[in-house]
């Protein structure tokens, strides 16, 4: 099983999209390991968004990211890093496609709802980001033979 890290954004958050969200992840069958509300910073920023701190939207992009709470969701489930970026959609709202995430409820580049961990070896960097060990719940829910096959499929 493998983990992801999604942020609910402040552009959600202030639009009360948060239900919205977690409920697509749910009904996808992912499986929720770790839920939190938390104030980012711009030293939390500057880490997470390392490849963009050069950009000229990244003081822009601060400001988004640190416009209200955002919540945390850490999800596992099988190839659980592509099939959230593929349920997120594309980065610019107005390109991505109807279905997702971001095509559904939004239309900008920048205030684009959520984030989502790009690679299994960045979920596991951001994930350590933003949760602390004792706060990931890596349980497995009673109907979890309703989601996969025995082996795991
Ligand atoms: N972003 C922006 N302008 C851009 C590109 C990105 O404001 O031209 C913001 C946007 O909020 C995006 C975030 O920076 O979600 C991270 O960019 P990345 O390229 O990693 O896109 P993502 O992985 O979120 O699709
Ligand atoms: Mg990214």
């Known amino acids: 099983m493998e983990s992801s890290l999604i942020l609910i954004k402040p552009s959600a958050i202030e639009r009360f999209l948060t239900g919205e969200i977690i409920s697509r992840l749910q009904k996808k069958g992912l ?50 890093v592509e099939a959230v970026r593929n349920m997120v959609g594309f980065t610019d709202g107005s390109k991505a496609a109807p279905g997702t995430i971001r095509g559904d409820y939004c239309l900008s580049n920048q205030e684009n709802i959520v984030h989502a961990s790009d690679s299994p070896e960045n979920a596991a960097i951001e994930i350590k980001r933003f949760f602390k060990e004792d706060e990931i719940f890596d349980y497995t829910p009673g109907y979890f033979r309703y989601l996969y096959d025995p082996e795991g499929h």
């Open 31 to 80: 499986i929720i390991t770790g839920l939190k509300m938390m104030q980012l910073d711009e030293k939390i920023l500057r880490e997470h968004y390392a490849h963009l701190v050069d950009r000229p939207f990244f003081p822009f992009l601060l400001a988004s990211m640190m416009a209200c709470p955002v919540i945390a969701v850490c999800v596992k489930g099988k190839n659980a």
